[in-house]
């Protein structure tokens, strides 16, 4: 029997491209309910829950493939990724600021949608180097004293995104760890992970009044948190930290429920597209964040946008709005090819 995490080369992970969609599907929605948090119990809870897990596990997926190139090869793949990245980045504020769009909102990279892409990049260029010099279970351990640090020390961590990196760097190199072993895991342990995935949930949706669904609570370090809670410092340590290793476990869950479900592994076809749907919501994004909408508003518009965005993630032009530069730069160094006698 082939294995679902292991399949022959060009084919697809059926797990891993399922869980791929299902978190971009969770992505949008967050996005959009995002300013109903603070006014909607539901929408807070709902918040609080997809945020617990969504991103720690689309990161570990991207570690899994992460594959160790030289130094010229990374900078060469992350290319096309930053330009991504700018075009999202700077559309979105140009969205919403108009002609009041300053230098500093190019330059900045703080709390847009487009974080994850520039995170994207920083740890591929950083394994790279580190792998070099250290085994996967040193980086794994050097990346998670590195948040702890970080997150008690550090101020003013949206800048340039670095604060999301390091916090979620331990996620991407424990993917990285993980390959190869993956669907072992998942099989041997999945009553652990049933048991603890659902425990969490419950711990999620009961905490989720506390301080989660602060923006600040998921980007800043502890004394820029003390400024808007009561809470002391080692107990916001060890809430932080405990969401976090919920996090986890809610991730295990979801990849039990995907390996034993053959119809949501019907998903993985449009496991390929999840870059392309990140990147145009992200417009859609700037647009929604101007109105007022109430949860079920926003999440109606969230499931057209995945809708719409699904169907047309397979079209051939879709990498031209993605990267223009990269494609026109492609496009003629081939005219010269031939051009040439």
């Known amino acids: 029997m082939q294995s679902i995490f292991h399949a022959p080369f060009m084919e697809r992970n059926k797990v891993l491209d399922a869980a791929k969609y299902l978190l971009i599907i969770l992505v949008v929605i967050g996005h959009f309910i995002e300013p109903s948090r603070d006014s909607d119990p539901v929408s807070c809870s709902l918040y609080c829950l997809i945020y617990s897990f969504h991103m720690p596990l689309f990161v570990m997926i991207s570690g899994y493939f992460y594959k160790q190139r030289s130094l010229q090869q990374e900078i060469l793949k992350c290319i096309p990724l930053l330009e991504i990245c700018l075009i999202a980045h700077i559309g979105f504020y140009w969205i919403i600021k108009g002609n009041n769009l300053s230098l500093k909102d190019i330059v900045y990279f703080g709390s847009d949608p487009a974080w994850y892409l520039l995170c994207l990049i920083y740890w591929r260029m950083t394994t790279g180097l580190l792998l070099r010099f250290l085994t996967a279970k040193w980086l794994l351990a050097l990346s998670i004293i590195g948040d702890l640090i970080f997150f008690y020390t550090g101020q003013n961590t949206g800048d340039y995104s ?24 998942t099989l041997r342990y999945k009553k ?36 808007f809670t009561d809470m002391e410092t080692h107990w916001i340590f060890l809430y932080r930290y405990a969401l976090l290793i919920s996090g986890l476990c809610i991730s295990g869950l979801i990849l039990v429920w995907i390996t034993r479900s053959e119809k949501l592994q019907k998903l993985s076809v449009f496991g390929g597209r999840t870059l392309f ?34 169907i047309l993630a397979d079209k051939p032009f879709c990498p031209y709005l993605m990267n223009p530069l990269c494609n026109l730069a492609c496009v003629l160094k081939d005219r010269i090819k031939k051009t040439d006698p």
């Open 162 to 185: 670095l604060g999301r990196a390091i916090e979620f760097y331990p996620f991407f190199i424990l993917g990285y760890s993980l390959k190869g072993r993956l669907e072992v895991m």
């Open 192 to 227: 652990a992970f049933i048991l603890s995935g659902i425990l969490s949930v419950i711990f999620i949706l009961l905490t989720s009044s506390s301080l989660q669904f602060h923006l600040e609570f998921q980007r800043a370090g502890i004394s820029d948190i003390r400024k």
């Open 277 to 310: 749907i990140y990147y145009m919501h992200i417009f859609l994004l700037a647009g929604i964040r101007m109105h007022d909408l109430s949860l079920m508003q926003s999440l109606i518009l969230a499931v057209m946008t995945i809708d719409i965005l699904t």
